[in-house]
């Protein structure tokens, strides 16, 4: 049976060469593309351009994340989870039309279907975010306004968690390298003690 309502969305892409991988999505009966983001409509970055969706993130208030899906060839939990940290409603993979048609109509409700998938505290995923986006450690820690020994012992949590010997390592790992083993894991506790939500709050 049709949908009464079609579904509307809004592309985001670092080049028109990218929106193939959403071409399953802009052909469906039922979707209309829009010119320009709103209330209802699904915002859909593509995600291709090493540092452009993390840029492009920082740019959106709260609520336009929460109407956003963002759609990676990644397959890498740690890197999904960066993405995922900025609170958008989806995450999903360009493989998969399905999981993209459904984070869609997630995002255009603005309803949350991210899950978390590494053993990464929030914490430290905001540390690894600004990493990503080319940031020194003195300027992690001044954006989060923290100690440059507190950026540091967050590094030094995440390449534990990861499996890595540094930082150039981490970086090649989460960008074109193959996930190393990550067990099956709990949240854990934060960084005061406390248990870890599924859903960390901003």
Not at 94 to 123: C, E, F, N, V, W
Not at 128 to 149: E, I, N, P, Q, W
Not at 190 to 202: F, K, R, S, T
Request: proline share 5%.
């Amino acid at each position: 049976m049709a949908s009464t309502h079609k579904l509307k969305i809004f592309v985001s892409s670092s080049h028109p060469a990218h929106l193939s991988w959403v071409r399953d999505l802009l052909q469906h009966p039922d979707v209309e593309v829009m010119d320009a983001p709103g209330e209802g409509i699904a915002n859909v970055i593509i995600d291709v351009t090493f540092g452009w969706t993390l840029a492009k993130l920082a740019q959106l208030d709260s609520i336009a994340r929460a109407r956003t899906l963002i759609v990676t060839s990644s397959m890498h939990p740690v890197y999904l989870d960066c993405l995922g940290s900025h609170h958008v409603s989806s995450v999903a993979s360009m493989s998969d039309p399905q999981g993209i048609l459904a984070g869609a109509y997630a995002a255009a409700a603005a309803q949350r279907s991210y899950h978390y998938r590494s053993p990464l505290t929030y914490m430290e995923l905001r540390v690894l975010r600004l990493l990503l986006k080319g940031v020194d450690t003195v300027g992690v820690a001044a954006a989060l306004d923290v100690s440059f020994k507190t950026v540091n012992a967050h590094v030094s949590n995440t390449l534990g968690k990861m499996g890595v010997d540094g930082r150039a390592q981490m970086l090649v790992n989460l960008l074109g390298g193959a996930p190393n083993d990550l067990d099956a894991w709990d949240p854990g506790e934060d960084d005061e003690g406390h248990q870890m939500p599924l859903e960390p709050a901003a």
